[in-house]
């Protein structure tokens, strides 16, 4: 069983797209999703720690 079958979405074309009501769709998950996070005690925002090396991470 499949659960999600990309074959029956398409993108859709840009002047199909209600950009006003997007952005406002977004920003009712967002905040829906930062206090689920906040309610279940972990912080709002993941942790986004950036480490650079010159040696390579190993794939082994």
Do not use: I
């Not at 309610?39 to 709002?44: N, S, W």
């Amino acid at each position: 069983m499949v659960l999600f079958d990309v074959k029956r979405y398409e993108t859709p074309e840009v002047k199909d797209v209600d950009m006003e009501r997007t952005k406002y769709n977004v920003a009712v998950f967002l905040s829906a999703y930062l206090s689920a996070r906040c309610r279940v005690g972990q912080p709002r925002e993941p942790k986004v720690t950036a480490s650079y090396s010159l040696v390579p991470p190993s794939t082994a």
